[in-house]
């Protein structure tokens, strides 16, 4: 049987589109000879669509694309995944019965499981953690169960065809290691020729590798191919951007695989699969991690796709000399003509000729528009107006004057630059401007709410500092070829140069200390066991603070003694709890590039720092209070 997965870019919340490209690409396929072409999960309406799930409307339009689809499934197998309806049942939130169904058109009519109560294959395990929510809109296979009273295995069945029995899965269904059940196992017992996971899998650091590992694990084991499509492009739920890489790939029995490439591009993948005998493709799975090669990549796909999304041709850029800055500027230069790039330069009274002058450096390498805009005269007048300002009651029974000590005046710095001359200079050069923080910053609030906090996207947000330096470094050496960004740039000291305590010239700058708050930060956020003060500290008293942190140094020569640790710890866990989470909540969207981008992937409520008790005691311990 000659089969095609079709990794599409599927655009979210646009079905007569998708439609529309899927028909072109069932015609080039029937023209080639294939009998089944399969298309990805939600391939018409989009995955992360937020709420337009309860527009009838919406759910109308794919209903009718659907049938679009099936109409041209004569002398072609067309397989694909659409939101499927019970107009007459109620989903458990008082709205219309919802599935995440896989629909097998053949002939004009669609087929479903043998023994199945629809004409599609419902999803039976929804995934409710990270980005995902989907028992939010959509009932799974084990709860239509219980409703129809029949034991699940009955539910999950092959799709007979023509020519071959197919086991249709979606996505979750064959990762299914913390499930109570297993979809692929119960289709295993069957007589199925083929398992084919058709899927809508946001791209993960490193994801890709726990997927081969398992899939092809899953085959070998079942001793049946497994068919993997993927689909491309970018989705969003509002806080958090999530691009998809395709990858689609085949799986046979002994080990052997083909993968579609390149990744985060649209591409096929045929196969001819001999229905009632072994599969056997060329060589062994390679199980290789990702390198930072590969989050280059996903940064500037899917920067690009925001940018073509938003439909925005221009882009502003505030370089402050510093890598953020750079790495951001040299992203977009990449992805945009020089004319539509501009760079500028805000200094103060506290910035550097170093930094002013690598700025400039930068925008001559990069070879686009660039210009230099001081703030002193405009915080000046700021300054004027606010401090000593008297305010009273309308009365003038009560009068009390206005200051602005020196943090306040850091923040004036950074809101003139972002919401003044960012803002008026993207409005007339016709384009957006950039937020340039990156995660070790967002997760602590160390950036200034409404200033370079601004920006229409955060697309090194999930970057933690140290793999911003990574990034620069790949940039240089496998991107641009040649130094794009400065040296210099490299070997500066991070600072946000905003008061004399912050002077680089002397050494001087933000109270971070990279790399051991990168690691601290990440078992915050991104640890599978988040952890918390309590453990931190726990870790600490038993000399194995480093190893569970996977810092390289020693964390006694950074904190001589345990009060210094533990009000740097304090300090920050107060951040992260406190003020932090307010900021992140009024962030740009951030590119999710890892597990746990800030968003809608990390949720979080404003509740202010806590500690439990166990900690408490272990401080009172470490302390000999």
Same mark, same amino acid.
């Given at each position: 049987?000659?089969?095609?997965?079709a990794q599409?870019e599927?655009?979210?919340?646009?079905?007569?589109?998708?439609?529309?490209?899927m028909?072109?690409?069932?015609?080039?396929?029937? @023209?080639?000879?294939?009998?089944?072409?399969?298309?990805?999960?939600?391939?018409?309406?989009?995955y992360?669509?937020?709420?337009?799930?309860?527009?009838?409307?919406?759910?109308?339009?794919?209903?009718?694309?659907?049938?679009?689809?099936?109409?041209?499934?004569?002398?072609?197998?067309?397989v694909f995944?659409?939101?499927a309806?019970?107009?007459?049942?109620?989903n458990e939130?008082?709205?219309?019965?919802?599935?995440?169904?896989?629909?097998?058109a053949?002939?004009?009519? &669609?087929?479903? /499981?043998?023994?199945? /109560?629809?004409?599609?294959?419902?999803?039976?395990?929804?995934?409710?953690?990270?980005?995902?929510?989907?028992?939010?809109?959509?009932? *799974?296979?084990?709860?239509?169960?219980?409703?129809?009273h029949?034991?699940?295995?009955?539910?999950?069945?092959?799709?007979?065809?023509?020519?071959?029995?197919l086991?249709?899965?979606?996505?979750?269904d064959?990762w299914?290691?913390?499930?109570s059940?297993?979809?692929?196992?119960?289709l295993?017992?069957?007589d199925?020729?083929?398992?084919?996971?058709?899927?809508?899998?946001?791209?993960t650091?490193?994801?890709?590798?726990?997927?081969?590992?398992v899939?092809?694990?899953?085959?070998?084991?079942?001793?049946?191919?497994?068919?993997?499509?993927n689909?491309?492009?970018?989705?969003?739920?509002?806080k958090t951007?999530?691009?998809?890489?395709?990858?689609?790939?085949?799986? $046979?029995?002994?080990?052997?695989?083909?993968?579609?490439?390149?990744? &985060?591009?649209?591409?096929?993948l045929d196969?001819?699969?001999?229905?009632g005998?072994?599969?056997?493709l060329?060589?062994?799975?390679?199980?290789?991690?990702?390198?930072?090669?590969?989050?280059?990549?996903a940064?500037?796909?899917?920067?690009?796709k925001?940018?073509?999304?938003?439909?925005?041709?221009?882009?502003?850029?505030?370089?402050?000399?510093?890598?953020?800055?750079a790495?951001?500027a040299?992203?977009?230069?990449?992805?945009? /003509?020089?004319?539509?790039?501009?760079?500028?330069?805000m200094?103060?009274?506290?910035?550097?000729?170093?930094?002013?002058?690598?700025?400039?450096?930068l925008?001559?390498?990069?070879?686009?528009?660039?210009?230099?805009i001081p703030?002193?005269?405009?915080?000046?007048?700021?300054?004027? @107006?606010?401090?000593?300002?008297?305010?009273?009651?309308? *009365?003038?029974?009560?009068?009390?004057?206005?200051?602005?000590?020196?943090?306040?005046?850091?923040?004036?710095?950074?809101?003139?630059?972002?919401?003044?001359i960012?803002?008026?200079l993207?409005?007339?050069?016709?384009?957006?401007?950039?937020?340039?923080?990156n995660?070790?910053?967002?997760?602590?609030?160390?950036?200034?709410?409404?200033?370079?906090?601004g920006?229409?996207?955060?697309?090194?947000?999930?970057?933690?500092?140290?793999?911003?330096y990574?990034?620069?470094?790949?940039?240089?050496?496998?991107?641009?070829?040649?130094?794009?960004i400065?040296?210099?740039?490299?070997?500066?000291t991070?600072s946000?140069e905003?008061?004399?305590?912050?002077?680089? $010239?002397?050494?001087?700058?933000?109270?971070l200390i990279?790399?051991?708050?990168?690691?601290?930060?990440?078992?915050?956020?991104?640890r599978w066991?988040?952890?918390?003060?309590?453990?931190?500290?726990?870790?600490?008293? $038993?000399?194995?603070?480093?190893?569970?942190?996977?810092?390289?140094?020693?964390?006694?020569?950074?904190?001589?003694?345990?009060?210094?640790?533990?009000a $740097?710890?304090?300090r920050?866990?107060?951040q992260? @709890?406190?003020m932090?989470?307010?900021?992140?909540?009024?962030?740009?969207?951030?590119?999710?590039?890892?597990?746990?981008?800030?968003?809608? *992937?990390?949720?979080?409520?404003?509740?202010?720092?806590?500690?439990?008790e166990?900690?408490?005691?272990?401080?009172?311990?470490?302390?000999?209070?």
């Amino acid at each position: 049987m000659r089969i095609r997965l079709a990794q599409m870019e599927v655009h979210p919340g646009h079905p007569r589109e998708n439609t529309a490209r899927m028909i072109a690409q069932i015609a080039t396929a029937r @023209q080639a000879g294939i009998e089944l072409i399969a298309f990805p999960e939600m391939a018409i309406p989009g995955y992360i669509i937020g709420d337009e799930w309860e527009r009838h409307a919406f759910l109308r339009e794919c209903e009718r694309c659907g049938g679009r689809l099936r109409e041209q499934s004569h002398g072609i197998v067309v397989v694909f995944g659409n939101v499927a309806m019970d107009w007459r049942r109620r989903n458990e939130d008082g709205r219309v019965r919802k599935y995440n169904a896989m629909f097998v058109a053949e002939a004009g009519h &669609f087929t479903g /499981p043998r023994s199945g /109560p629809y004409p599609y294959v419902i999803k039976t395990l929804l995934p409710n953690y990270r980005e995902f929510d989907d028992s939010r809109h959509f009932c *799974d296979l084990r709860k239509l169960a219980l409703e129809e009273h029949r034991p699940l295995s009955e539910l999950i069945a092959p799709v007979p065809l023509r020519h071959a029995i197919l086991g249709g899965l979606l996505c979750e269904d064959a990762w299914d290691m913390d499930y109570s059940v297993s979809p692929l196992q119960i289709l295993a017992e069957t007589d199925a020729d083929f398992f084919l996971n058709i899927s809508a899998s946001p791209f993960t650091f490193n994801k890709n590798h726990k997927r081969n590992r398992v899939f092809s694990a899953q085959a070998a084991k079942l001793h049946r191919p497994l068919l993997y499509v993927n689909q491309v492009g970018i989705q969003n739920n509002g806080k958090t951007v999530f691009s998809f890489d395709g990858l689609s790939c085949v799986y $046979d029995s002994l080990g052997g695989h083909r993968e579609c490439k390149p990744a &985060f591009a649209e591409a096929v993948l045929d196969i001819d699969l001999p229905v009632g005998k072994p599969l056997r493709l060329p060589g062994p799975l390679a199980l290789r991690e990702d390198a930072i090669g590969t989050m280059s990549e996903a940064l500037l796909y899917g920067t690009r796709k925001f940018l073509e999304l938003c439909r925005v041709e221009r882009v502003v850029v505030g370089i402050s000399g510093g890598v953020d800055s750079a790495v951001v500027a040299a992203l977009y230069r990449r992805l945009l /003509p020089p004319e539509n790039l501009l760079l500028v330069n805000m200094p103060s009274r506290h910035n550097s000729q170093t930094t002013r002058t690598l700025a400039l450096d930068l925008a001559r390498r990069l070879e686009c528009m660039v210009a230099e805009i001081p703030i002193e005269d405009s915080v000046a007048l700021t300054r004027r @107006q606010i401090d000593g300002l008297e305010i009273h009651r309308a *009365d003038g029974s009560q009068s009390r004057t206005l200051s602005l000590g020196d943090l306040a005046m850091e923040n004036v710095q950074a809101r003139d630059r972002s919401s003044r001359i960012l803002a008026a200079l993207a409005s007339a050069f016709g384009g957006v401007f950039t937020c340039n923080a990156n995660k070790s910053e967002l997760t602590v609030g160390y950036t200034t709410l409404y200033g370079d906090l601004g920006g229409y996207l955060a697309n090194i947000a999930d970057l933690w500092k140290m793999e911003v330096y990574a990034i620069a470094t790949h940039l240089n050496e496998r991107v641009f070829g040649r130094i794009a960004i400065p040296p210099g740039v490299m070997s500066l000291t991070p600072s946000a140069e905003l008061s004399p305590a912050q002077n680089v $010239d002397e050494g001087k700058g933000d109270p971070l200390i990279y790399p051991y708050h990168d690691h601290l930060f990440r078992s915050w956020v991104e640890r599978w066991d988040r952890a918390a003060p309590e453990d931190i500290l726990g870790w600490y008293l $038993d000399g194995n603070l480093e190893e569970q942190l996977g810092y390289a140094g020693r964390v006694r020569d950074l904190f001589p003694t345990p009060a210094a640790f533990i009000a $740097d710890l304090e300090r920050w866990w107060n951040q992260y @709890q406190g003020m932090g989470v307010a900021k992140r909540i009024q962030a740009p969207p951030v590119l999710a590039l890892k597990k746990r981008a800030f968003g809608f *992937d990390h949720r979080e409520s404003q509740m202010g720092p806590t500690y439990t008790e166990h900690y408490e005691e272990l401080k009172a311990k470490t302390l000999g209070n």
